[in-house]
């Protein structure tokens, strides 16, 4: 072969090279534009979801929204400084939108406003049993953010979509809370009610009691840091109105 042929050659398959370079390359950026309008679509599906569930459960008049009407500013402000501390700690630590778990602070308010529940409590027990995994499902049929097993109760499903709504979040959140506020009341004690709960009674040494009260005790340190900010901001501002010439 002449080496004028070779080098025809060379530049013939340098040349289907470059076309092949040039079709993965748009290949590869079709790919990724598609994946960027998956997530965007994706993120805005999740900002509205919870949302969206939590104002269905409002629908049915079974949670109350986790500020009273009527609250003075100073509540409103505290309340908004807490949920936004919760939120971002467990975003973080948990690895979840910090959209979503603002919409699961607030109704997990709600529904400890609606039980007589420390909402701190059910975000604790939320903590341990699904780390903010709305579709978590344990081996032993447990599902959703509390982990509830359907089968058992049925009835407290029946009028909010059946136990098919079990992985909603502000249902699995509300229906949560009814069982132990269930245990508590049969109970009278909370460590039992959580030992219940965890279907953990044989337990002496209450090792899931202990873990969501740590958690819940983590929970009030950041909600008591986010309210002492808040009140350090205020007075200086006021101090600030004060002194300001007119």
């Given at each position: 072969?002449?080496?004028?042929s070779?080098?025809?050659?060379?530049?013939?398959?340098?040349k289907?090279?470059?076309?092949?370079?040039r079709?993965?390359?748009s290949?590869?950026v079709?790919?990724?534009?598609v994946?960027?309008?998956?997530?965007?679509?994706?993120?805005?599906?999740?900002?509205?979801?919870f949302?969206?569930?939590?104002?269905?459960?409002l629908?049915l008049?079974?949670?109350k929204?986790?500020?009273?009407?009527?609250?003075?500013?100073?509540?409103?402000?505290s309340?908004?400084?807490?949920?936004?501390?919760?939120?971002?700690?467990?975003?973080?630590?948990?690895?979840?939108s910090?959209?979503v778990?603002?919409?699961?602070?607030?109704i997990?308010?709600?529904?400890g406003?609606?039980?007589?529940?420390?909402?701190?409590?059910?975000?604790?027990?939320?903590?341990?049993?699904?780390?903010f995994?709305?579709?978590?499902?344990?081996?032993?049929?447990?599902?959703?953010?509390?982990?509830?097993?359907?089968?058992y109760?049925?009835e407290?499903f029946?009028?909010?979509?059946?136990?098919?709504?079990?992985?909603?979040?502000?249902?699995?959140?509300?229906?949560?809370?009814?069982?132990?506020?269930?245990?508590?009341?049969?109970?009278?004690?909370?460590?039992?009610?959580?030992?219940?709960?965890?279907?953990a009674?044989?337990?002496?040494?209450?090792?899931?009691?202990n873990?969501?009260?740590?958690?819940?005790?983590?929970?009030?340190?950041?909600?008591?840091?986010?309210?002492?900010?808040?009140r350090?901001?205020?007075?200086?501002?006021?101090g600030?109105t004060?002194?300001?010439?007119l």
């Open positions: 072969m002449s080496a004028k070779i080098l025809e050659l060379f530049a013939l398959d340098l289907q090279l470059s076309l092949w370079a079709s993965t390359v290949v590869l079709l790919i990724a534009s994946a960027a309008l998956l997530l965007i679509i994706n993120n805005q599906h999740s900002a509205h979801f949302s969206d569930s939590y104002s269905r459960v629908s008049g079974t949670v929204p986790s500020v009273a009407e009527g609250s003075t500013p100073a509540a409103s402000q309340a908004d400084a807490s949920h936004t501390a919760l939120a971002e700690f467990l975003a973080k630590r948990y690895k979840v910090l959209d778990t603002h919409d699961l602070v607030s997990a308010y709600g529904a406003h609606q039980f007589g529940l420390d909402p701190l409590l059910i975000i604790a027990v939320i903590s341990v049993e699904s780390r995994n709305p579709i978590a499902e344990s081996v032993a049929g447990a599902k959703g953010l509390m982990q509830i097993i359907p089968k109760h049925t407290k029946e009028a909010l979509g059946g136990v098919s709504a079990v992985f909603n979040p502000a249902t699995n959140i509300l229906v949560g809370s009814k069982i132990l506020k269930e245990y508590l009341g049969r109970t009278g004690n909370l460590s039992m009610a959580l030992q219940m709960y965890a279907g009674l044989s337990d002496d040494q209450d090792v899931y009691t873990k969501v009260m740590n958690e819940k005790q983590r929970l009030q340190y950041i909600v008591g840091n986010a309210v002492r900010a808040l350090v901001k205020s007075t200086a501002l006021s600030a004060v002194s300001s010439p």
